[in-house]
């Protein structure tokens, strides 16, 4: 007979292992279902200086691994897969992936959200040729080169000033006339003298060879155009949800997040969404982590009251 877990944690990010620790602790019979390796997005991260209890930082794939590691301590699996489909009608829901189906009494989608791109024409065919979306990840192969930030909120301009203390020279791109960023990111640009910020630009166009060249950008006031000169350019204009594959099964807002509050209930009974995934003021690592231990708590009241 097919087995039927207690908690089916869609997504091993943060939000999604601290969810299998509760559920796994609390003696549910708990499936993490990951398509790349613990942690999500956390794990290209390179040092974390945010996350309580490190003091000298710590790296997202390490946290991430430690994260699983805690949660299959008491018992929690792990299955890599793809998730394709979900379906939410039936008191059992049932997740189709590339491994065959699972079922499961409630489901958690802590599936995250993945790095917006710019849309350009041959965007894709240049990444890791001179187009990223990390800079942890992909700064030191810029050390004492030119490279471009594109972007204007808090991820941008800490992208730009990580950049600036390896590079010769960063861009830092916005389409508008202010940056979006706190205080905390806009002062420290201001006196970095290798920072230059293009004000009210955005990127046309690539300029390519075998790999990334430089950049053709517009004045969106002026309608000028020119071309600057870079190693590489490093995209942070923000993030979408990992929603695509539940087909509508839970309410969505206009941005396609997870329409859920402080419970992380979503639309549909027995179903949670935690982390990045939901509608939220703010996404971090310690909130990701609230969120999975919340949603426990309420599929524990659910699996209580009604099996």
Known sequence: MQQIFDVLIIGGGPAGYTAALYAAR??????????????????????????PGFEDGIDGFT?????????????????????????????????NTTAGEFFAKTVIIAAGANPRELGLQNEAAFVGRGVHYCAHC????????????IGGGNSAAADALYLS????????????????ADKIYRDPL????????????????????KRVTGLKIRNVKSGEEEEIFCDGVFVSIGRKPATEFLGGAV???????????????????????????????????VT????????????????AEEF
């Open 288 to 303: 990701a982590v609230s969120d999975g231990a919340t949603a426990v708590h309420f599929a524990e009241e659910y699996l």
């Open 190 to 209: 201001k006196t970095a003298e290798n920072v230059e910020i293009l004000w009210d630009n955005v990127v046309s166009e690539l300029i390519t060879d």
């Open 63 to 95: 946290l991430g691994f430690k994260m699983q590691q805690g949660a299959e301590k008491f018992g929690a699996k792990t299955e890599y897969t793809d998730v394709l489909g979900v379906d939410f009608s039936e008191k059992i829901k049932k997740v």
């Open 138 to 149: 992909d700064g030191r192969f810029y050390k004492d080169k030119t490279v471009a930030v």
């Open 26 to 51: 609390a003696g549910l019979d708990t499936l993490v279902l990951e398509r790349m390796s613990a942690g999500g997005q956390m794990a290209l991260t390179g040092d974390i200086e945010n996350y």
């Open 165 to 180: 203390r390896l590079v010769k020279k960063v861009y830092l791109i916005h389409r508008r006339d202010s940056l979006r």
């Open 251 to 285: 309410r969505l807002d206009d941005s396609g997040y997870i329409v859920a509050d402080e419970t992380t209930k979503t639309s549909v009974n027995g179903v949670y969404a935690a982390g990045d995934i939901r509608k939220k003021a703010l996404r971090q690592i």
